[in-house]
T-cell receptor, first 114, second 114 residues
């Protein structure tokens, strides 16, 4: 069975500071990992994904994520946070041995303080 | 704009009633997913269709059903509605059935059962 954990419900960071949103996963096979962002009253927007290859993945809006197989983690990062980054962030996984659907974490609310 | 269109945006109905939610995927996308987002359950996968055929089933109640039509649009039917069915229902689409392909989400239908 596949699962995703986002250990922090809420992350606060000052504008201009680096931000990290944490995600750990559990799968039976090789993971395919995704990050999505949800702004208020909007659908989820795709940010980036890890399939294979380089452990550092770059995505939209200056976000990047680092895949760490030994720690089964896929943390989302950005070097310098913007107030407009404030939103709900979801980590998701597909398991090569499991169903095709995206399995989502519970989400982390990021607040960037001006 | 993701290119995925969901109608209606908002729906208020009484317990015991039946509603139909509609989803038009991105042009050319063959795969459609339905998700339910509620405060206590997070994002729950309901069902997936690929090119008209049911491909995967998640935590979908027997009172709920879905289909994908030849023009690839999809409908989610919810019947005998209960207060607990109040949630945001998302449709997502992807171009293939591959595990590596990201899904694009619509803005959702907010269902309120009173």
């Amino acid at each position: 069975a596949q699962s995703v954990a986002q250990p922090e419900d809420q992350v606060n960071v000052a504008e201009g500071n680096p931000l990290t949103v944490k995600c750990t996963y559990s799968v039976s096979g090789n993971p395919y990992l995704f990050w999505y962002v949800q702004y208020p009253n909007r659908g989820l927007q795709f940010l980036l994904k890890y399939i294979t290859g380089d452990n550092l993945v770059k995505g939209s809006y200056g976000f990047e994520a680092e895949f760490n197989k030994s720690q089964t983690s896929f943390h989302l990062k950005k070097p310098s946070a913007l107030v407009s980054d404030s939103a709900l962030y979801f980590c998701a996984v597909r398991d090569i041995g499991g169903a095709n659907n995206l399995f989502f974490g519970t989400g982390t609310r990021l607040t960037v303080i001006p | 704009d993701s290119g995925v269109t969901q109608t209606p945006k908002h729906l208020i109905t009484a317990t015991g009633q039946r509603v139909t939610l509609r989803c038009s995927p991105r042009s050319g996308d063959l795969s459609v997913y339905w998700y339910q987002q509620s405060l206590d359950q997070g994002l729950q996968f309901l069902i997936q269709y690929y090119n008209g055929e049911e491909r995967a089933k998640g935590n979908i109640l027997e009172r709920f059903s879905a289909q994908q039509f030849p023009d690839l649009h999809s409908e989610l039917n919810l019947s005998s509605l209960e207060l607990g069915d109040s949630a945001l229902y998302f449709c997502a689409s992807s171009s293939t059935d591959s595990l590596t392909t990201e899904a694009f989400f619509g803005q959702g239908t907010r269902l309120t059962v009173v």
